[in-house]
């Protein structure tokens, strides 16, 4: 938390007073004829860390500048100042004998957290700061509430995250967060479209909600008169794309699901969807760890990252374990040696797994995997073949028809990427589809809709093809050692204070 030199008179007021008389400030202004709010334009020529940066060729040029107001500290018949811009902080040098009396004390008057624009020249001080000797000033804009480091700081973490404006004012490395976001969605973005991808956009209101397993939100269109989802996955308009011959594809956009919220889980996010014809799951694995490596390099520096105080290598090739190989390392039992459902029931009791509703043997599997594996793999893991019966969109194994080429990626013992080789048979898409909504009619709110129209998609003909999801939310986690996804959400998904 950076430290803030506060105007002397407000060392001694109240809150209320502070409010009281920054608005008897606004509305002095304001009768003067000289509403800050009434400024429309301000033109800048220099940034603080540009002046930094090119100091030997800057000074004494004379630049304009604005930015808030931070601190303020009074020599004399001077000030030092410090400004926040876009870019970082740099101090002012504001005397008296350059602005004349009238506009110095009207100066004087202003507040931290103020708006200001100035003209000057670069110097340097006698201590050796890169500064700005002002000879002009301006109010841009009036701060009517003071900064929180008045008040202790702002270190109630909810409030940071309801109030991401003055979290980003009062924390430097909140926006170095989020300028890596912005990072990582450009060198996605870079990596796919290099490899031919086309970008698009589809549908966030569908008839049907489909894609993924997972609870939608409900809403209803009035001129229509019928309800409606929001997206939970971009999936199926993106394989009906595939079917219209655009062969390699991806979206990145929001998702919305009707879940539970945590450290892992926000009810919006944001993701990446890929999908080439003429591939599989294994050109997905090979894309995914591109993704993951370049990233890391590209905007890190390095793929040999820590998180959490655990050291994480992102470097190619990640390791690759069947889901059946994983539960067996990390448990002993071995499904692929169990004949049916209840031997494997009874096995997943035996290690204290609880059951699933449809204790079929491929969710029994995926249960134990889900229980007793998936928060054990930290470096970046591969896990493939998950059981039919998960896996709604998933082509089989031809190896084993329980099985699914698909993959989930897992790092720091997370989901981090979900793939198939896409399920192209109508005629099986159709029985899976069925299963699902037989699982809804049994109350399982999360089990897949039939949509109908992507079965017809699919009888005029989709190619071998394979397709992955990353969270970008979670990439984001990872790459700045963030613990929350809420660090990584600008405004993160939060109940109303009065509730």
Known sequence: MSEEVRVPEEETQSLSEILQVRRDKLTRLQEEGRDPFHV?????????TEVKDKFDEMEGQTVSMAGRMMSKRVMGKAFFVDILDDRGRIQLYIKVDDLGEALFNEFRKWDIGDIIGVSGEVFRTRRGEISVHVRSVQLLSKSLLPLPEKFHGLTNQELRYRQRYVDLIMNPEV?????????VIQTIRRFLDDLGYLEVETPVLNTVSGGATARPFITHHNTLDMEMFMRIATELHLKRLVVGGIERVYEIGRLFRNEGISTRHNPEFTTVEFYEAYADYNDMMDRTEGIFAKAAQDILGTTEISYQGEPVSLAAPFARLTMAEAVKQHTGLDFMAMPDAE??????KGIGAELPKDKSWGSILYECFDQ???AKLVQPTFILDHPVEVSPLAKRCPSDPRLTERFELFITGREMANAFSELNDPIDQKE????????RAAGDEEASMMDEDFITALEYGLPPTGGCGIGIDRMVMLLTDSASIRDVIFFPTMKPENN
């Open 372 to 374: 007793r594996v998936e």
């Open 343 to 348: 031997e494997a029931a009874k096995a997943a």
């Open 432 to 439: 899976r589809f069925q299963r699902q909504m037989d699982l």
């Open 40 to 48: 429309t334009k301000f033109t800048r020529t220099a940034y603080s």
């Open 175 to 183: 926006r170095r967060t989020f300028e890596i976001r912005t990072r």
